[in-house]
């Protein structure tokens, strides 16, 4: 069993910045790909940036030149570091990791979600 314990999450006016953190742990031999989710009331589930452990990202159009994602391997960590953020990025955010358990099984986790509110 992985848990995955998100944080940075909070309320910021239009055009700040905030800093997600999501730390796996527990059955992990390696991780693949981390990702941030994010779900605003009454809509679907979308992906937000991905990166594999070797680095490569992928971000929505909606948040590219705003939003960075990055990982710390060797903590298991991933970020998403947001700027100039505006009141649609309101939504829980969620966190998502794909990794090899020790049994060699490749799964995935969904953290519990991180509210972020973004005021006009």
């Known amino acids: 069993q992985v848990q995955l314990v998100e944080s940075g999450g909070g309320l910021v006016p239009s055009g700040g910045s905030l800093r997600l953190s999501c730390v796996a742990s527990?059955?992990?031999?390696?991780?693949?790909?981390l990702a941030w989710y994010r779900q605003a009331p009454g809509k679907q589930r979308e992906l937000v940036a991905d990166?594999?452990?070797?680095?490569?990202?992928n971000y929505a159009d909606s948040v590219k030149g705003r939003f960075t994602i990055s990982a710390d391997n060797a903590k298991n960590t991933v970020f998403l570091q947001m700027t100039s953020l505006q009141p649609e990025d309101s939504a829980v955010y969620y966190c998502h990791v794909e990794y090899y358990s020790l049994d060699n099984d490749y799964l995935e986790q969904w953290g519990q979600g991180t509210l972020v509110t973004v005021s006009s």
């Open positions: 990166i594999t452990t070797a680095g490569s990202a």
């Open positions: 527990g059955n992990i031999f390696t991780m693949n790909v």
